[in-house]
């Protein structure tokens, strides 16, 4: 189970999607922030950073994976999970290339997504 103070940000551009992932992490005890774009999540990033960012690889404008090497090439590391209803060959290899925690292909059990959540943080 998450602990209270465990920030969690949810981007994804499918509110159905948000919306889910936000009622199974709010009850594991997470603090959760939901965000429709990765241009929102970057703009309230001046506001209390998450512990760990759950986001959607396949989003207009910005992809989950620039998301993640945005904030890395800037120095902000947040453990990251990448999640996606559209694997394609080769892009689990790419974000965990480039440094994301985890990588978890829609749909899947949200006792996977939890405990990549904890290790993601607890190695962060």
């Not at 922030?33 to 309230?44: C, D, G, M, P, Y």
């Not at 994301?100 to 990549?116: C, Q, R, T």
């Amino acid at each position: 189970m998450g602990k209270t103070s465990t920030r969690v940000a949810v981007v994804d551009d499918d509110a159905s999607v948000r919306k889910a992932l936000g009622r199974l992490l709010a009850a594991s005890s997470f603090e959760i922030t939901k965000f429709v774009s990765a241009t929102e999540f970057l703009k309230s990033l001046n506001e209390q950073s998450p512990q760990c960012l759950v986001v959607d690889f396949h989003m207009p404008e910005i992809t989950g994976l620039d998301l993640h090497r945005r904030l890395a090439t800037v120095g902000i590391n947040i453990p990251t999970i990448v999640i996606t209803a559209h694997n394609k060959p080769g892009l689990r290899e790419r974000c965990e290339g480039a440094g994301a925690a985890a990588f978890l292909e829609k749909p899947f059990d949200g006792s996977a997504l939890i405990g990549e959540i904890n290790l993601a943080i607890h190695y962060a």
